[in-house]
């Protein structure tokens, strides 16, 4: 069975940081891109940052502070959040998608298996 667990959210004042793990067990992921995306109360689920399974390509949403990376194994993905602002409250979910070597997608209906998301809160 394929898993995706999130960790490392947690309360942040402004400006703070945060890093979150994403581990994946269950198969190998050396064939599939992450994706990271977030959802705020009363909003619906938004893109945020995505990797390629080669880690050559990385994608992300307009003005974020955070930087995606893998593990070398490829079964770990990591988001790197700087400068939080209370905008970036939300539960933050990792995503995978069987993709080709450099690909990764913005488009949450691409990935196949999710995680159960962490609380992120950015205090003012």
């Known amino acids: 069975q394929v898993q995706l667990v999130e960790s490392g959210g947690g309360l942040v004042q402004a400006g703070g940081s945060l890093s979150l793990s994403c581990a994946a067990s269950?198969?190998?992921?050396?064939?599939?891109?992450m994706g990271w995306f977030r959802q705020a109360p009363g909003k619906e689920r938004e893109f945020v940052a995505a990797?390629?399974?080669?880690?050559?390509s990385t994608y992300y949403a307009d003005s974020v502070r955070f930087t995606v990376s893998r593990g070398y194994a490829g079964n770990t993905a990591y988001l790197q959040m700087n400068s939080l602002k209370p905008d970036d409250t939300a539960v933050y979910y990792c995503?995978?998608?069987?993709?080709?070597?450099?690909?990764?997608?913005?488009?949450?209906?691409?990935?196949?298996?999710w995680g159960q998301g962490t609380q992120v809160t950015v205090s003012s």
């Open positions: 269950g198969r190998t992921f050396r064939s599939y891109a």
């Open positions: 990797i390629s399974w080669s880690g050559k």
């Open positions: 995503a995978a998608r069987y993709s080709d070597p450099d690909s990764a997608s913005y488009d949450r209906r691409e990935y196949d298996y």
